[in-house]
């Protein structure tokens, strides 16, 4: 497969509809089934569809990594039911609940929004199993859709600053590049999903935006 450009539920924003970890993508309903072959073959997982209650942008609303699933406090017993076949749940105990949104972890740090409580933070950590810290990238609180992060390394914000940088470096002991995608936007966490195993961009980004995923996430040959 050479073409990583893609379109889910009819959008290039991939990574506000699904949430991608290295055992499962999670999709919403409305996701076809040629689009979940494509995913599960290129990224190594089990497609798993996620009920409405959730909401359509699951990407947004969902955080997770290979222990388990962080998910907005509007998420029903049906929508837990489904994710606890694949890891542990919690519904974010905050006021700001996309959690996918202000959530980005892989499967050993997440870095949270700075306006989380140490409650929600402690859910987190006890959650996905990792180390929790608070920051900012390019100076936005929203850093599931600032950035990128796998197994392997992460692609953030082109406006990270040289502070952000060192923080996020600490955390996640991986190298951080910066880039955009879908032409220009530098909402990378919302148009890229992304494993160990492989990744998906939105069908707008170009190929020298691709390229830059692949060297960030560690997929250059």
Avoid: W
């Amino acid at each position: 497969m050479t073409d990583k450009r893609l379109k889910i539920a009819g959008s290039s924003l991939l990574g506000v509809f699904a949430r991608c970890t290295e055992l499962v993508v999670l999709v919403p309903l409305e996701v076809g089934p040629a689009d979940i072959e494509t995913l599960q073959t290129g990224l190594e997982v089990e497609a798993v569809r996620v009920t409405a209650g959730v909401g359509s942008v699951l990407g947004s609303l969902v955080s997770a990594n290979s222990n388990g699933f962080v998910v907005t406090h509007h998420a029903g017993e049906e929508e837990l039911k489904i994710l606890r076949k694949h890891g542990k749940v919690t519904r974010l105990p905050a006021k700001i609940n996309a959690a996918g949104n202000v959530i980005l972890a892989n499967d050993s740090a997440a870095l949270v929004h700075p306006g989380l409580s140490i409650r929600a933070c402690e859910a987190i950590a006890e959650t996905l199993g990792v180390k929790v810290e608070k920051g900012t990238i390019g100076g936005l609180k929203t850093v599931g859709m600032a950035g990128v992060a796998t197994n392997k390394g992460l692609l953030v914000h082109p406006r990270v600053t040289e502070e952000e940088v060192a923080v996020i470096e600490e955390l996640f002991g991986l190298p951080v590049d910066i880039g955009t995608v879908n032409l220009g936007s530098p909402l990378v966490g919302s148009a890229v999903l992304a494993n160990s195993h492989g990744y998906f961009a939105g069908e707008d980004t170009s190929g020298p935006e691709l390229g830059r995923i692949v060297d960030a996430l560690g997929f250059l040959e």
